[in-house]
C-alpha cells in the first residue's frame, strides 16, 4: 500500500483523537516505529492491522471509522491540499460529481505511483446519480462516502447518499441530490490561504 495512505490513518487518529491513540494504534499493530513515510511502499497487512487496531481501540464500527478517515481528508485544516484540488472539480456539486472519473489521473499528475480507485459516475436523471468504486482493495467505498458527505457540504448542496457493498474492493455510492443551493457553501479561491 502507497505510504500516503498509511500516513493518512496515522494523521486522521493523531489529529482527531491525540497522540496518545495513535500510540496505542501503533503498538498493537506492532509497527516498527510510530510513524509512516509517505512516499514509501508498505506491505498490505501492515494497513489491514492498522485499520483493524484503529477500529479496536476507537470502538466504532469499520466502515464508519473509514467515512470518518474520508470527511478527515477534505475538512482538516492540515489537509487543506485535498480539499482544493477537489473544489478544481467544478463551480457546484453537480459538476464536481461529474469531475470524480478524472480524480485518479489528476492525483497522478501530483503523485505519479498512487493508485485511487476507479470512480465511474452514472447519471440516472438529473438529480440522482450512482458513484461505482472499484479498487484492488476493500475500504475505499466508505472513504469516498465521507468525502461526498464533506464535499456536499462544502458546496452548499443537500444529498441523501447510501453506500452499498457488491463485494470487496466494489461499491456504489447512491446521490439523491435534493437541493443544489441548500444553504451557502464554503468560499473557494484559486489562491491558497483561508477558503
Same mark, same amino acid.
Request: hydrophobic residues 45%; contains cysteine.
Given at each position: 500500500? /502507497?505510504? +500516503? #495512505?498509511? !500516513? %493518512?490513518?496515522?494523521?486522521?487518529?493523531? $489529529? *482527531?483523537?491525540?497522540?496518545?491513540?495513535? +500510540?496505542?494504534?501503533? =503498538?498493537?499493530?506492532?509497527?516498527?516505529?510510530? *510513524?509512516?513515510?509517505?512516499?514509501? &511502499?508498505?506491505?498490505?497487512?501492515? *494497513?489491514?492491522?492498522?485499520?483493524? =487496531?484503529?477500529?479496536?481501540? +476507537?470502538?466504532?464500527? =469499520?466502515?464508519?471509522?473509514?467515512?470518518? @478517515?474520508? @470527511?478527515?481528508?477534505?475538512? /482538516?485544516?492540515?489537509?487543506?491540499?485535498? !480539499?482544493?484540488?477537489? !473544489? &478544481?472539480?467544478?463551480?457546484?456539486?453537480?459538476? &464536481?460529481?461529474?469531475?470524480? $472519473?478524472?480524480?485518479?489521473?489528476?492525483?497522478?499528475?501530483?503523485?505519479?505511483?498512487?493508485?485511487?480507485?476507479?470512480?465511474?459516475?452514472?447519471?440516472? $436523471?438529473?438529480?440522482?446519480?450512482?458513484? /461505482?468504486? =472499484? %479498487?484492488?482493495?476493500?475500504?475505499?467505498?466508505?472513504?469516498?462516502?465521507?468525502?461526498?458527505?464533506?464535499? %456536499?457540504?462544502?458546496?452548499?448542496?443537500?444529498?441523501?447518499?447510501?453506500?452499498? /457493498?457488491?463485494?470487496?474492493?466494489?461499491? #456504489?455510492?447512491?446521490?439523491?441530490? #435534493?437541493?443544489?443551493?441548500?444553504?451557502?457553501?464554503?468560499? &473557494?479561491?484559486?489562491?491558497?490561504?483561508?477558503?
Amino acid at each position: 500500500m /502507497h505510504g +500516503l #495512505v498509511n !500516513r %493518512a490513518i496515522q494523521c486522521f487518529v493523531r $489529529d *482527531t483523537y491525540g497522540n496518545e491513540i495513535w +500510540l496505542d494504534v501503533a =503498538r498493537g499493530a506492532a509497527l516498527e516505529g510510530a *510513524t509512516f513515510e509517505a512516499m514509501l &511502499f508498505y506491505d498490505d497487512k501492515v *494497513t489491514d492491522h492498522v485499520l483493524e =487496531r484503529t477500529v479496536a481501540v +476507537l470502538n466504532k464500527p =469499520r466502515d464508519q471509522v473509514l467515512e470518518d @478517515i474520508g @470527511i478527515y481528508l477534505v475538512s /482538516h485544516p492540515k489537509v487543506e491540499a485535498l !480539499r482544493r484540488l477537489l !473544489r &478544481f472539480g467544478g463551480v457546484d456539486f453537480t459538476d &464536481f460529481l461529474h469531475s470524480l $472519473d478524472d480524480l485518479p489521473d489528476r492525483a497522478r499528475m501530483a503523485v505519479s505511483d498512487l493508485e485511487l480507485p476507479q470512480l465511474e459516475l452514472i447519471a440516472i $436523471d438529473p438529480n440522482r446519480m450512482s458513484l /461505482h468504486v =472499484r %479498487a484492488p482493495h476493500d475500504g475505499f467505498g466508505p472513504v469516498m462516502l465521507g468525502v461526498l458527505r464533506t464535499m %456536499a457540504d462544502d458546496y452548499g448542496a443537500l444529498v441523501f447518499l447510501d453506500l452499498r /457493498h457488491l463485494g470487496a474492493g466494489d461499491d #456504489v455510492i447512491d446521490i439523491a441530490l #435534493v437541493e443544489a443551493s441548500f444553504a451557502e457553501g464554503r468560499s &473557494f479561491t484559486l489562491t491558497a490561504g483561508k477558503g
